[in-house]
């Protein structure tokens, strides 16, 4: 499955953007997908994860101000970022695992300003 990431964007500290990853195919059966983010200069962080029954895990950076979901098509998953920082500026990847298959998106970049 290929994934597309996109929504990535320029906003000010205590504002709000939703990344979206649109895979090229339902992956209804998935095992997990996640999002993760990198600066340049640093190792890719992990920030979220949900599981193919709907359970949610995140990185404590995150957690409370960040929510992974995916429609009901399960073709677009979703990262809704609230209350950014401007530790939040990152490039955002998303990634999926399908019965041993890993797929990334290309990434998007996240940008927030003080």
């Known amino acids: 499955v290929q994934l597309q990431a996109s929504g990535g964007g320029s906003v000010q500290t205590g504002g709000s953007l939703r990344l979206s990853c649109a895979a090229s195919?339902?992956?209804?059966?998935?095992?997990?997908i996640y999002w993760y983010r990198q600066v340049p200069g640093k190792q890719r962080e992990w920030i979220a994860t949900?599981?193919?029954?709907?359970?949610?895990n995140y990185a404590d950076s995150v957690k409370g101000r960040f929510t992974i979901s995916i429609n009901n098509a399960r073709n677009t998953m979703y990262l809704q970022m609230n209350s950014l920082k401007p530790e939040d500026t990152a490039v955002y990847y998303c990634?999926?695992?399908?019965?041993?298959?890993?797929?990334w998106g290309q990434g998007t970049q996240v940008t927030v300003s003080s």
């Open positions: 195919e339902s992956i209804f059966s998935f095992n997990y």
């Open positions: 949900m599981t193919s029954i709907g359970s949610t």
């Open positions: 990634r999926s695992l399908i019965s041993g298959t890993i797929s």
